[in-house]
Nanobody, 122 residues
Framework: VQLQASGGGLVQAGGSLRLSCAASGLTVNNYMMGWFRQSPGKEREFVAAIRRYYGATSYADSVKGRFAISRNNAKNAVHLQMNSLKAEDTAVYFC????????????????WGQGTLVTVSS
C-alpha cells in the first residue's frame, strides 16, 4: 500500500491550496481516509476525514468552514481543499487510511503517506 500526498507549497494568508492523496494497493472508497497535520514542536493532529462508502465527513473545529475533504473514486484519490488559510495552518500534512470507526484518532489508521509541507505566510 502506498499513499502519495502532494499539493503543498507556500501561500499567503487568505489564500488556498488543494492537497491530493493518491492511493495504490487499496481502494479509497473502502477505507476511512483522513488528513492529519504536524507543526514544528507540536503533536500530530486530526484535520479532516471521510468515511468509507457513503462518505460522511468530519473536521477539526479549527478548520471547519475553511477546509473540505473529498474523494475521487475514479482516480482512487482523496483531496483536501484548503481555503482562507492562516499562518497557524502551517504544517506537514499527512494522509492516512484505516478501517476503524474512530475517525479522529491517528491510531485508528493503518497506512500513512509521507507528508506534504504547507507554509502560510502572514
Amino acid at each position: 500500500v502506498q499513499l502519495q500526498a502532494s499539493g503543498g507549497g507556500l501561500v499567503q494568508a487568505g489564500g488556498s491550496l488543494r492537497l491530493s492523496c493518491a492511493a495504490s494497493g487499496l481502494t479509497v472508497n473502502n477505507y476511512m481516509m483522513g488528513w492529519f497535520r504536524q507543526s514544528p514542536g507540536k503533536e500530530r493532529e486530526f484535520v479532516a476525514a471521510i468515511r468509507r462508502y457513503y462518505g460522511a465527513t468530519s473536521y477539526a473545529d479549527s478548520v471547519k468552514g475553511r477546509f473540505a475533504i473529498s474523494r475521487n473514486n475514479a482516480k482512487n484519490a482523496v483531496h483536501l481543499q484548503m481555503n482562507s488559510l492562516k499562518a497557524e495552518d502551517t504544517a506537514v500534512y499527512f494522509c492516512a487510511a484505516g478501517l476503524s470507526l474512530n475517525i479522529e484518532n491517528e491510531n485508528a489508521y493503518d497506512y500513512w503517506g509521507q507528508g506534504t509541507l504547507v507554509t502560510v505566510s502572514s
